[in-house]
């Protein structure tokens, strides 16, 4: 529902019609919220259903957007027998003057592009995309948090939903995005991760999808990630599928590195192993362009590590910016001990500036810079 109010601004003779989104849901702890569902049950999602050869995604959100939030599919769907599917996230953030804004989502919308063709999905266009993005986010507009309490989080999915047995892309493609509260990852200050590298294990080798975000690249993961929290650390950090020493990624977000010289740097995706986060890329920008800072995108090593590297973070649309306290290296069967390197109890202090700028940006508190970054800022009309 859309409620417009009568807002009376400055002086008597300029009037003006202003719409505004609907406040938060009342009696809810946000601040319980973490990253998942939550128990919230929202009020609309998007689902398009299409012929993958002839078929154009709809941009109706009368029919599109549904309060139902289940999908009836044939076990014959590729989506489940082949893992022809995609996914994103994206967040949408209350700011202090009541607005409600999207981060880069032509972003998002462009790498699911990527994988589309990866994939044999029709893509999505962009203009499409963004409006179901912005559909989504008006319906279910009560259930983004209160300024400063976390965000809705989008999951757009793009999959492949015609029942067929032959090992062939599908029929008929689907693209959904449904959507769910969630809370601030830090409650309150920043607090260090400790992550455990297990030589032996990659997430994506070269020639491989690891560039697509691509819901396959998940599972895979979960027995060493179990494995690595079985043993009291936070999360895996993924090495070169090659030579298990150069880094990849943390878990489900990028890594950077700053080294005792002030450099920042984190692994390029010209090995096509690494995911292009959203978030990665506006760190590069804003470290280059607001600090001033030297970044390199290229091959770092667990010796660099080692021997240069004083700051570690991860960053990605889910947790904002993580620090790394510490890093574990488990040889496996190379038959060494493990090995610790550890940066400290606290943050790095480029760590915490970069968050810093990152989420005045996001939600709106920092005025000069989101003048800066405007194109960075999709707003949501009410
Ligand atoms: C989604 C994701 C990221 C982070 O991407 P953002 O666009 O910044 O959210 C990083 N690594 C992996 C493997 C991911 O799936």
Known sequence: MRISFLLLLGLPSTICW???HPDPVPGIDWDSFGFGLNGVQTDAMWLDRVDAVSGEYSTDAKRCLQTDQSITLSPAATVFNYGQVLFEGLKAIRWPDGSIVVFRPTDNARRMQAGAER?????VPEATFCQAVEAVVRANARWVPPCGKGALYLRPLLMGTGAALGVKPSSESTFCI???PVGNYFKGELKPIRLQAVKGYSRAAPGGAGAVKASGNYAPAFGVQRLVRARGFDEILCLDAKTSSALEEAGASN?????RNGTLATPTLST????PGVT?????DLARDELGLEVIEGRITLDDMKESVVEAFCYGTGACITPVGEVSIDHNDE????ESIVFGEEPGPLTKQLYRMLTDLQ???DADLCAKYRHWIHQIDP
Request: some cysteine; charged content about 10%; aromatic content about 12%.
């Open 272 to 275: 096509a192993t690494i995911l």
């Open 255 to 259: 890594l950077f590195v700053v080294f």
């Open 178 to 180: 449904y959507c769910s």
């Open 280 to 284: 990665r890329q506006s760190i590069i």
């Open 335 to 338: 038959g060494m001990e493990d």
């Open 18 to 20: 202003a719409a505004r």
């Open 119 to 123: 994939f044999c999905l029709p893509p």
């Open 363 to 365: 939600t709106g508190t």
